[in-house]
T-cell receptor
Framework: EDKVVQSPLSLVVHEGDTVTLNCSYEVTNFRSLLWYKQEKKAPTFLFMLTSSGIEKKSGRLSSILDKKELSSILNITATQTGDSAIYLCAVFSGGSNYKLTFGKGTLLTVNP | DVKVTQSSRYLVKRTGEKVFLECVQDMDHENMFWYRQDPGLGLRLIYFSYDVKMKEKGDIPEGYSVSREKKERFSLILESASTNQTSMYLC?????????????FGPGTRLTVT
């Protein structure tokens, strides 16, 4: 059974802090790893990672994949209260019929 | 912009009722997905479809069925709603194949079964 585990499950920080969110996976026939941000609505896409060691960056957010360690991290620098959300990691896997498996998410709370 | 729409934002149904949740996407995506999201359990895949009239079970298909008669429309059916199906239901779509692509989500339907 495919499995995606995120840690920590929740995190409380102060504005300006830097945070690192973790995602590890055990899947058959890995294809890609995706990060999403979910506020009080449907998830919105952040990054898709397919190759090890190549950092993807968008403003204060960045992410990298380590296929050897079967994991990925999402970094957020200089956090703001607007970064408060659930961050979801998902892994695309499979052969001819592929599927997307989500982790349970990390709830990030950024206090002023 | 990709648009994924769901037929209702909020729905209240009685136990035993048949419930239809509709999802429509306007970007000619091959793949469509139905998830439910519950506190502490995250997003769980119910069914997905990679082509018209094709469907695959996800992690928790029991109590649900789906229909994909047209490429743009993917319906989730609760044959006989039960209280444990009270949840947020999210539909998503993506282009086909390859290394996996960004999933575009609909706004969600919050279903309450009483």
């Amino acid at each position: 059974e495919d499995k995606v585990v995120q840690s920590p499950l929740s995190l409380v920080v102060h504005e300006g802090d830097t945070v690192t969110l973790n995602c590890s996976y055990e899947v058959t026939n890995f294809r890609s790893l995706l990060w999403y941000k979910q506020e009080k609505k449907a998830p919105t896409f952040l990054f898709m990672l397919t190759s090890s060691g190549i950092e993807k960056k968008s403003g204060r957010l960045s992410s990298i994949l380590d296929k050897k360690e079967l994991s990925s991290i999402l970094n957020i620098t200089a956090t703001q209260t607007g970064d408060s959300a659930i961050y979801l990691c998902a892994v695309f896997s499979g052969g001819s019929n592929y599927k997307l498996t989500f982790g349970k998410g990390t709830l990030l709370t950024v206090n002023p | 912009d990709v648009k994924v729409t769901q037929s209702s934002r909020y729905l209240v149904k009685r136990t035993g009722e048949k419930v239809f949740l509709e999802c429509v996407q306007d970007m000619d995506h091959e793949n469509m997905f139905w998830y439910r999201q519950d506190p502490g359990l995250g997003l769980r895949l119910i069914y997905f479809s990679y082509d018209v009239k094709m469907k695959e079970k996800g992690d928790i298909p029991e109590g649900y069925s789906v229909s994909r008669e047209k490429k743009e429309r993917f319906s989730l059916i609760l044959e006989s709603a039960s209280t444990n199906q009270t949840s947020m239901y999210l539909c998503a779509s993506t282009t086909g194949g390859g290394a996996g692509n960004e999933q575009y989500f609909g706004p969600g339907t919050r279903l309450t079964v009483t």
